[in-house]
């Protein structure tokens, strides 16, 4: 460079912005992986034996993606309600609302769309499936603010949520559901919550503030005592159920021993302290998945032949 010459320097390419961090936040934040329960849409018609039918399927799509919006609503008006108790989680903590990368208006303003989104989907598919689908939600957004504060009735919600998902399958197509259907899906429910609670009563003992409130007037004790009594009344009735008559009887009848050894497996992987998330245990467990297998199978033969 020579005397009086004006100094240049060399200009860089601007640094990549990261792509688009809020919309993986709000992804993330909507818990797409807790939408696979929505898979209980299918238990009625598929026990109706109506699953495969074109007008079924085209109506169950829509009601699956109806629960599906309405579900990723929730998750973030509860991240949005949780955030301070989250940040005192060892794992909440990292959530995006509660970590700062989603700002809580956007996290509020996407779950009311959805839940918009949601109640359109629901119109389509008439009334009665828009109730259920409605009382899905409020029964969601009671347990967010209210209903989990109390011990008992958090299990009771939870479950209900659950069971409103497999009403709402049936409605969809229009198949009854009968009052075995109904047992099984209110206590298998409960059984499941049960068991999650169970997982994080064992995870956070002795962490005062890493779980849930409710779980201070849990013991180990009682939460088996609701694992053995939900698992009882829903093999009864499923039993009630198979010995009925009105399918092909040898299946359902052998479909009563995989869903007997599914509970007891499921109880003994609790006992185990594995129960904290139920969804990962059911698919992470290979003889937990061959009982459910042969389960589907007996079941489908019940229904078809």
Wanted: aromatic share 8%.
């Amino acid at each position: 460079m020579t005397d009086g010459a004006i100094p240049t320097t060399r200009l860089s390419a601007p640094a990549r912005p990261r792509a688009f961090p809020v919309a993986r936040a709000l992804l993330a934040a909507a818990r797409p992986r807790q939408w696979v329960k929505n898979v209980l849409l299918l238990a009625a018609p598929a026990a109706a034996g109506v699953i495969g039918e074109p007008r079924a399927a085209e109506r169950l799509g829509v009601a699956v993606l109806a629960f599906c919006a309405a579900s990723a609503g929730g998750y973030l008006i509860n991240d949005v309600h949780d955030v301070d108790e989250d940040r005192a989680h060892p794992r909440k903590r990292l959530r995006p609302v509660a970590s700062g990368v989603l700002p809580p208006v956007v996290a509020v303003a996407v779950a009311a769309g959805m839940l918009v989104a949601a109640g359109g989907l629901g119109a389509l598919l008439g009334w009665r499936f828009l109730a259920v689908l409605t009382a899905y939600v409020a029964l969601t957004l009671s347990y967010s603010f209210v209903l989990r504060e109390i011990a008992i009735i958090d299990l009771a919600a939870v479950a209900g949520c659950h069971v409103l998902r497999a009403a709402a399958g049936g409605v969809a197509v229009g198949v009854p559901l009968s009052r075995w259907f109904l047992i099984v899906a209110c206590f298998g429910s409960l059984f499941v919550v049960a068991g999650k609670r169970l997982g994080d009563l064992v995870e956070f003992a002795g962490e005062p503030g890493a779980g849930r409130s409710t779980l201070e007037e849990y013991s180990v004790g009682f939460l088996h005592h609701v694992l053995t009594i939900s698992s009882a009344v829903a093999i009864t009735a499923y039993c009630l159920w198979a010995f009925e008559g009105r399918h092909s009887e040898w299946p359902a009848a052998a479909s009563v021993v995989p869903l007997a050894l599914f509970f007891l497996r499921y109880a003994l992987l609790l006992d185990q302290g594995r129960g904290g998330a139920p969804e990962e245990l059911i698919v992470g467990d290979r003889a937990l998945g061959a009982i459910a297998l042969l389960w589907v199978a007996l079941f489908a033969g019940a229904v078809h032949l």
